[in-house]
T-cell receptor, first 115, second 114 residues
Framework: GQQLNQSPQSMFIQEGEDVSMNCTSSSIFNTWLWYKQDPGEGPVLLIA?????ELTSNGRLTAQFGITRKDSFLNISASIPSDVGIYFC???????????????FGQGTILTVHP | EAQVTQNPRYLITVTGKKLTVTCSQNMNHEYMSWYRQDPGLGLRQIYY???????DKGDVPEGYKVSRKEKRNFPLILESPSPNQTSLYFC?????????????FGNGTRLTVT
């Protein structure tokens, strides 16, 4: 199936540092989503992007929908220990009209924050 | 409380012994989906359902079956489990079948097939 390339695969940072991760694809997507998964739980939606070039913030998180519609970026500023987890990008290419179709996930970025 | 409930949370079984992982949502969601999570591969979609009695294959449907007889339930069936189906499984649901409706995930089922 279609694949999203997410990088980096893992990051080890100090508390207070900024974090950047991205997702790229050879295909165009109409929606980009960013999820976070805490240990032992299911992913939770952080940010949704619906328009090429869109820049959206959620607290210390900022995400952008790439102009080419083939990529997206997530930045976390001033990281704290509770930012630890796995971050997933997901791209949505509707099956037709406005139906949900299939959501494709990236491989995930494992973030570790050292106090 | 609005939630997606999966059972069981942990399951160890042997090759060939049929099993069912249940998924139920109490939010009247139209869309439901099953994913498996494996290290380095992220979340891969197994099956999804746009509505009652409507199911479609995802990216990795081989060895799995699903049914959607009622809106709230979307069980995942492994007729003859094999070791390569050892994985962490997530059920998810969404209110509408449009991209602006966020997916709500269950807490996962860790399956081990020996």
């Amino acid at each position: 199936g279609q694949q999203l390339n997410q990088s980096p695969q893992s990051m080890f940072i100090q508390e207070g540092e900024d974090v950047s991760m991205n997702c790229t694809s050879s295909s165009i997507f109409n929606t980009w989503l960013w999820y976070k998964q805490d240990p032992g739980e299911g992913p939770v939606l952080l940010i949704a992007l619906y328009k090429a070039g869109e820049l959206t913030s959620n607290g210390r998180l900022t995400a952008q929908f790439g102009i080419t519609r083939k990529d997206s970026f997530l930045n976390i500023s001033a990281s704290i220990p509770s930012d630890v987890g796995i971050y997933f990008c997901a791209g949505l290419k509707p099956a037709g009209g406005t139906s949900y179709g299939k959501l494709t996930f990236g491989q995930g970025t494992i973030l570790t924050v050292h106090p | 409380e609005a939630q997606v409930t999966q059972n069981p949370r942990y399951l160890i079984t042997v090759t060939g012994k049929k099993l069912t992982v249940t998924c139920s949502q109490n939010m009247n969601h139209e869309y439901m989906s099953w994913y498996r999570q494996d290290p380095g591969l992220g979340l891969r979609q197994i099956y999804y359902s746009m509505n009652v009695e409507v199911t479609d294959k995802g990216d990795v449907p081989e060895g799995y079956k699903v049914s959607r007889k009622e809106k709230r339930n979307f069980p995942l069936i492994l007729e003859s489990p094999s070791p390569n189906q050892t994985s962490l499984y997530f059920c998810a649901s969404s209110f509408r079948t449009t991209g602006d409706s966020p997916l709500h995930f269950g807490n996962g089922t860790r399956l081990t097939v020996t």
